[in-house]
């Protein structure tokens, strides 16, 4: 069984920086491909960015510039970092493994004035 727990989610202003991280347990998270993905208020699910166990990263277009993928395998750990936030970022995010029913619960990211 694989667990995935985000977290460092908040309230932040336009135009700040948020980081989160995404804590999994069980040694068979360096095998995977890894994601994050968000679901606005009334909107679908969306993937934000992925990584595959050697480090190659992808991202939705709309988002290349501000978001950096990244994962620290002797942790077990993934980070999305996140900058130049706008409001229409305001979504929960969610990481896991794509493909798998690993999925965290996600965390609350809120970019308001």
């Known amino acids: 069984q694989v667990q995935f727990v985000e977290s460092g989610g908040g309230l932040v202003h336009p135009g700040g920086s948020l980081r989160l991280s995404c804590a999994a347990s069980?040694?068979?998270?360096?095998?995977?491909?890894m994601a994050w993905y968000r679901q606005p208020p009334g909107k679908q699910r969306d993937l934000v960015a992925r990584?595959?166990?050697?480090?190659?990263?992808d991202y939705a277009d709309s988002l290349k510039g501000r978001f950096t993928i990244s994962r620290d395998n002797a942790k077990n750990t993934l980070y999305l970092q996140m900058n130049s936030l706008k409001p229409e970022d305001t979504a929960v995010y969610y990481c896991?493994?794509?493909?798998?029913?690993?999925w965290g619960q996600g965390t609350q990211v809120t970019v308001s004035s």
């Open positions: 896991g493994a794509p493909g798998t029913p690993f």
């Open positions: 069980g040694s068979i998270f360096r095998a995977y491909t």
């Open positions: 990584i595959t166990s050697g480090g190659s990263t």
